[in-house]
């Protein structure tokens, strides 16, 4: 069974401070995706990575994807109040039709 | 911009009675799947669905459960006889593609169901 660990699971950090967030697998994923979720509403996607080592940024968000497609990070850079909610992460194992998610990490970032 | 809706956004049911679930998934979108997510737990995969029939199940997807494409637009989740586990939101999404090629899944607001 393919799982996907991420860590930390909460964070509380003061508003200008940065983060990272981690996603972690034995498994080899074909692409795995970074999703934000809101309270009472559907998961949105942030970004996909699909290529060993390959780095996305957006606006203060960093992705990377590991060499061996088995683990990525969300770096966030002066962390503002509005980036508060639920980070899930997802893979997409290539050989099967669904995604499989993290267990989240629940980020509040005070003013 | 399109968009997957859910109906309803919530519903309270007694246990032991049967619910649908409705999704409509993006007009253009081959792949439909349901994920549910008990309050505070991750979100896991229940089935996917593709030309008309079930693709992939998890082992939550039991026999109490069904999922039907009952005339090309709607996309539906059936439990026959309710449990107070099934209490959880239920996401519907869609893609347009399901291996090979990666696709955004597009996932819905989602339905709140509460069995009492």
């Known amino acids: 069974t393919q799982l996907l660990e991420q860590s930390p699971q909460f964070l509380s950090i003061q508003e200008g401070e940065n983060l990272t967030v981690y996603c972690n697998s034995s498994?080899?994923?074909?692409?795995l995706q970074w999703y934000r979720q809101e309270p009472g509403e559907g998961p949105v996607l942030l970004v996909t990575?699909?290529?060993?080592?390959e780095v996305k940024k957006l606006k203060r968000l960093t992705f990377q994807f590991g060499d061996a497609r088995k683990d990525s990070s969300l770096h966030i850079t002066a962390a503002q109040p509005g980036d508060t909610g639920l980070y899930l992460c997802?893979?997409?194992?290539?050989?099967?039709?669904?995604?499989?998610f993290g267990s989240g990490t629940r980020l509040l970032v005070r003013p | 911009e399109p968009e997957v809706t859910q109906t309803p956004s919530h519903q309270v049911t007694q246990m032991g009675q049967e619910v649908i679930l409705r999704c409509v998934p993006i007009?253009?979108?081959?792949?439909f799947y349901w994920y549910r997510q008990i309050l505070g737990q991750k979100v896991e995969f229940l089935v996917s669905?593709?030309?008309?029939?079930?693709?992939?199940k998890s082992e939550i997807f039991d026999d109490q459960f069904s999922v039907e494409r009952p005339d090309g637009s709607n996309f539906t989740l059936k439990i026959r006889s309710t449990k107070l586990e099934d209490s959880a939101m239920y996401f519907c999404?869609?893609?347009?593609?399901?291996?090979?090629?990666?696709?955004?899944?597009?996932f819905g607001q989602g339905t709140r169901l509460t069995v009492v």
């Open positions: 990575v699909v290529t060993g080592g």
């Open positions: 669905f593709y030309n008309n029939e079930i693709s992939e």
């Open positions: 498994s080899v994923f074909s692409s």
């Open positions: 999404a869609s893609r347009e593609t399901g291996t090979g090629v990666w696709t955004e899944a597009f």
């Open positions: 997802a893979g997409d194992p290539g050989s099967s039709y669904k995604l499989i």
């Open positions: 007009s253009n979108h081959l792949y």
